[in-house]
């Protein structure tokens, strides 16, 4: 009977350590399999969907909470939704905000009946920055709790690092999550068939972690970690971008957690996809807008001691 039910996999991971490159990863790879797409934002505008690469697949959005608290109901609707039409897809990938405690989202699939009875959940893997993580784990109690649900994790951007950093990272992790299995990978590339559908997710295991895992609702975060939103219709000068942006995270770097943002420039017709996190940005031309999409750019700031009007006259200031 368990082999009937849908397989679902739980994406998590802290901000900005490489969940939607792993999720391009997944939906780009040969492997014959389709899969329906769960993707939850912190921002109160969404990014990440623009992010995820132009596959044949069905995915959804839910934004402005964490899917582990204030947009749960929005979980089991639409998984309870999609489950309804579970011949047409091979399996489910929820990738949550990079604030989400990942228990409560899984013992959503053991509390619901709906779910219980129509799906399984395969694995909670998370995705570490092997370049932050020992900063992240000092400051932020909700990368302890995804490093310690993990079923799998994939150590992310090994190649910025040399290996003395890497064995200090997982003995880190190995503290925390004794058993877990460990893969390293730059931008998120891994062999796909050791980690999906491996049946990875241990309720043992799990109540081992957290006895109360079945019974337990109540869970935290960080306080202070703010998001900011802003978009404008105006096409931006990139040189004016490019000119405000650098001394936004040289100067205010260590409290920006994560920064994203999908621009249109003067001139260009392509969009822009901008990422950062604390003080490394990186950003792409990612092809045209779709059919019916609106000229749009928008941007959100995650982090900590954000200036809301400074940064809007900042983001209106670029404007060409």
């Given at each position: 009977m368990s082999s009937e039910k849908v397989p679902v996999t739980v994406l998590t991971g802290f901000l900005g350590a490489g969940k939607t490159t792993l999720l391009n990863h997944i939906l780009s790879a040969q492997h014959g399999?389709?899969?329906?797409?769960?993707?939850?934002?912190?921002?109160?505008?969404g990014v990440?969907?623009?992010?995820?690469?132009?596959?044949?697949?069905?995915?959804?959005?839910?934004?402005?909470?964490c899917i582990c608290c204030t947009v749960r109901?929005?979980?089991?609707?639409?998984?309870?939704?999609?489950?309804r039409r579970r011949q047409k897809f091979d399996g489910i990938i929820v990738e949550t905000t990079g604030l989400a405690d990942p228990a409560p989202v899984a013992q959503t699939f053991f509390l619901d009946e709906n779910l219980r009875e129509k799906a399984r959940l395969d694995a909670v893997i998370t995705v570490v920055d092997a370049v932050n993580v020992l900063t992240t784990l000092d400051e932020s109690p909700e990368s302890v709790r995804q490093i310690a649900f993990a079923d799998v994790i994939i150590?992310?951007?090994?190649?910025?690092?040399?290996?003395?950093?890497?064995?200090?990272?997982?003995?880190?992790?190995?503290?925390?999550?004794?058993?877990v299995t460990i893969h390293r990978a730059s931008r998120s590339a891994?062999?796909?068939?050791?980690?999906?559908?491996?049946?990875?997710?241990?309720?043992?295991?799990?109540?081992?972690?957290?006895?109360?895992?079945?019974t337990d609702d109540s869970h935290g975060h960080e306080e202070g970690v703010t998001s900011m939103s802003f978009a404008t219709q105006a096409p931006l000068d990139e040189q004016k971008f490019n000119a405000w942006i650098g001394p936004i995270l040289q100067v205010q770097g260590p409290d920006i957690l994560r920064a994203k943002g999908i621009l249109y420039f003067e001139g260009k017709e392509e969009r822009f996809a901008f990422q950062a996190v604390h003080m490394l940005a990186d950003g792409d031309y990612i092809g045209p807008c779709k059919p019916g999409e609106k000229r749009e750019?928008?941007?959100v700031f995650i982090g900590r001691n954000l200036n809301r009007p400074q940064l809007r006259r900042g983001f209106e200031a670029c404007q060409s």
């Open positions: 399999r389709k899969f329906a797409v769960l993707i939850n934002e912190f921002g109160e505008l990440d969907n623009d992010l995820v690469v132009d596959a044949d697949e069905e995915v959804f959005e839910t934004n402005n909470g109901g929005d979980l089991i609707r639409i998984l309870g939704s999609l489950l150590l992310n951007k090994t190649d910025l690092v040399d290996e003395t950093h890497l064995e200090a990272v997982t003995s880190r992790i190995r503290q925390i999550n004794a058993h891994v062999a796909l068939d050791e980690v999906l559908d491996r049946g990875g997710f241990d309720l043992n295991r799990a109540l081992e972690t957290m006895p109360n895992f079945l750019s928008r941007i």
